[in-house]
């Protein structure tokens, strides 16, 4: 299994500002991966944060609006810039191990005025 | 395309009565699937997945390559099995596609 810690855990932020949200794992994992859960909403997937690599963004996402760091195995960051209120949501990071099941945090709830 | 749906947001049940919560999916490889639970307050974790083929909580699901299914079902639904649920497909790059997730209310 894996403990995943994210940071922060909730924040109001003001239209136009950037906030980086933090994933620390309790092991080495190779990958990462952030999702968004919107407000209502199922989870989809932002990106695959690989150490070593640059992230892989689906689509619909782009690295100027998320940029993503991996600098290690076990911490990746997620930045949102230039926030809109439409980036209200849950971001959450979470790892997946052998078998394929994935771990995820609890989650950074984020609010943009 | 890959895909998951979960035709039902909202399912309510009384306790003791069984229950099912569906799950479509399409996929043209061989497909991994999961069914995942958020209780109140909790973080999403994992249920069941449809290869080790094992019973959690009571609940069961059964990969139907027919149907393109994959339900979740429990004989008989208890209180605290008022969560919601996520069915989900692995992808080939180890990473999940969750359906729109269904909210299960066990009543008393």
């Known amino acids: 299994s894996a403990v995943i810690s994210q940071k922060p855990s909730r924040d109001i932020c003001q239209r136009g500002t950037s906030l980086t949200i933090q994933c620390q794992v309790d092991?080495?994992?190779?990958?990462m991966f952030w999702y968004r859960q919107q407000p209502g909403q199922s989870l989809t997937l932002i990106a695959t944060a690989n150490q070593g690599s640059e992230a892989t963004y689906e689509s619909g996402f782009v690295i100027d609006k998320f940029p993503i760091s991996r600098p290690n195995l076990t911490f990746s960051t997620l930045t949102v810039s230039n926030m809109s209120p439409e980036d209200s949501s849950i971001y959450l990071c979470s790892v997946g191990l052998a078998g394929g099941e994935l771990f995820f945090g609890e989650g950074s709830r984020l609010t943009v005025l | 395309a890959q895909r998951v749906t979960q035709p039902e947001k909202l399912l309510s049940v009384f306790k003791g009565a069984p229950v099912e919560l569906k799950c479509n999916y399409s996929y043209s490889g061989s497909p991994e699937l999961f069914w995942y639970v958020q209780y109140s307050r909790q973080r999403l974790q994992l249920l069941l997945r449809h290869i080790s083929r094992e019973s959690i909580k009571g609940f069961t699901a059964d990969l139907n390559k027919g149907e393109t299914s994959f339900h979740l079902k429990k004989p008989f639904a208890q209180e605290e099995d008022s969560a919601m649920y996520y069915c989900?497909?692995?992808?080939?790059?180890?990473?999940?596609?969750f359906g729109a997730g269904t909210r299960l209310t066990v009543k008393p």
């Open positions: 092991s080495q994992v190779t990958m």
């Open positions: 989900a497909l692995r992808r080939n790059n180890n990473d999940m596609r």
